[in-house]
């Protein structure tokens, strides 16, 4: 399917978030320019149409009037008498003659300036069109490059940071489990030692 200007107004694009990318507020701009330009480009190409079609409806008149000229010297003839104007209508005819020949040729002519404009006009439409969308798409591309390279950078970064943090999630998790190892130990020597003083003072009480 032929892309137009309105497929590039309409495309959504899928946000991505924690991710470094372009600023989409400039990403819209570009793409608008490149619309806005498409759009003179294809309203060119209507216009250059529409002048090739005139250049052929003049051809075609050029073409109907050489058509009457060429039924003028029958009716001519026609009217005048076999006897009398047998001269005169000899040079009727020849300068009918002339007058076809002249009025073909500057059809001729005509028909072969606009068939050369035309040509041209929608050459020159055609590569500027090309150009065009041959520049859009190249700016497009660039674009897609850039941010695919970002986002791969970006998940490599996630990716280091996270590995980080889980060797830091884990040295936590040991410093915890030995502190409360030692803690526990620290209690239990603590207790025992008020076992061990209140079983002495417990003797000396009863000697006493």
Do not use: C
Request: charged share 30%.
């Amino acid at each position: 399917m032929a892309l137009t200007p309105e497929d590039v107004v309409t495309k959504q694009f899928q946000h991505v978030r924690f991710k470094e990318g372009f600023d989409p507020d400039e990403v819209d701009d570009f793409l608008d320019e490149i619309v806005v330009e498409w759009r003179k480009t294809i309203a060119e190409n209507e216009e250059l149409k529409a002048r090739v079609a005139e250049l052929e409806s003049g051809a075609a008149a050029a073409a109907a009037a050489v058509a009457v000229v060429e039924t003028a010297p029958g009716a001519v003839v026609e009217e005048v008498p076999a006897p009398v104007a047998a001269a005169p209508a000899t040079g009727g005819a020849a300068a009918s003659a002339g007058i076809i020949e002249l009025a073909q040729r500057l059809h001729d002519e005509h028909v072969a300036e606009g068939q050369a404009q035309r040509d041209k006009l929608i050459s020159d439409a055609q590569a500027q069109r090309d150009n065009l969308i041959s520049d859009a798409q190249a700016q497009a591309a660039s674009i897609l490059a850039d941010a695919e390279a970002k986002s791969r950078d970006e998940i490599a970064r996630l990716d280091a940071e996270r590995a980080t943090l889980e060797t830091r999630i884990s040295e936590l998790r040991q410093f915890e489990r030995d502190y409360r190892s030692q803690l526990r130990g620290f209690i239990e020597e603590k207790l025992r030692d008020l076992d061990v003083a209140g079983a002495t003072s417990g003797s000396s009480v009863s000697a006493s």
